[in-house]
């Protein structure tokens, strides 16, 4: 890509539910040489450098997703195997996530989830829709890559905190090492996170059986789940946590154990291999809370290489910093292909 003209972007919004428009309304008020397409069908993706998995709600997404024949599975491709970023804002971030934690510390059903982000997220961490606010937050990175018309600082204070506008909005609770941080927040759960929160503490302290959600396909258990398993099919991956112990700095130690089916073809071994069961430890980290105030330390943004995620609504702010850092990203992966 040359610097003194550089090609077009094109960056696709999934316009299945959600501020959608509001999105390609910021994309495109940057520079004239971007382009947004608003993705419903899987044929779109190869037509766009990058996509935005936008706000709104993370169930209907999902069940939308569902129901639309392909994309469901032509968005994970691009997520997991494209050169091309990703940026997940709000339930577009739940969608990005590989745990999550809802309404309940024991979780028995889900909603198809893209996956990418191994990090541990807990929705409706700020509150339902009436209690939606605006705080500020850390300031977005410099883009990686700015050399396009509108890229410009124009004056702006770079290094000032971003209004960050929650709206019924998740918080990360935990990441993998390989994730880099890009902003956290001290915030109080809503009362029904909260309550969540402990209890989930409670029972893994306990030893207690707790269901996480992982990357998951469809939503069965029971003869659904066998059917699916002897056919072949994808099918719903389910952690069973079982406590360990705690860390000395507050972090929880416990077993995953996931059902597994081995992808090797062996006829004579297909019944073993559907109940193989793979067991993998790891170490969760809870957000301590504080005695007075209840209040914890939360990411509310977060990066793995091409995957961008944010757990408020930058779409919404009269400031287009993160808006921009996704442009960069999507311009430095285009230079870089």
Known sequence: M????????????????????????????????IKTVQ????????????????GGESTAIGLIGDATSGLWEALRQFVHSSNKPTWGTCAGMILLSERCVGASAVITNGQSLIGG????????????????????????????????EGMEDEGEDVNAPFPGVF????????????MEV???????PSRGAAV???????????????????????LEAGRALERKIEAGENVIQM??????????????????????KDAANDADNEEEKKDTVIQERINIDLPGASDETNAREVICAVRKGKILCTAFHPEIADDLRWHKYFVGMVLAAKQDS
């Open 239 to 260: 952690g069973v946590v079982d406590a360990l112990e705690r860390g000395a700095g507050g972090g929880i130690r416990y077993t995953d154990v996931r059902l597994h």
């Open 117 to 148: 982000m191994d990090i541990l997220v807990c929705r409706n961490y700020f509150g339902s829709q009436v209690s939606s606010f605006e705080m500020s937050t850390p300031a977005p990175p410099r883009p990686p890559c700015c050399n396009l």
């Open 2 to 33: 040359s610097n003194n003209n550089p090609p077009a972007i094109t960056i696709g919004v999934l316009a299945l539910q959600g501020a959608f428009e509001e999105h390609q309304r910021s994309i495109e008020s940057i520079s004239p040489q």
């Open 182 to 188: 890009l902003g956290k927040v001290v915030a109080a």
């Open 196 to 218: 969540v929160l402990r209890e989930l503490e409670r029972k893994i302290e306990a030893g207690e059986n707790v269901i996480q959600m992982g990357v998951v396909d469809a």
């Open 167 to 178: 709206i019924r909005a998740p918080a990360i609770l935990t990441v993998s090492p390989d």
């Open 39 to 54: 993705i419903r069908t899987p044929d779109q993706l190869s037509q766009i450098d990058g996509i935005i998995l936008p």
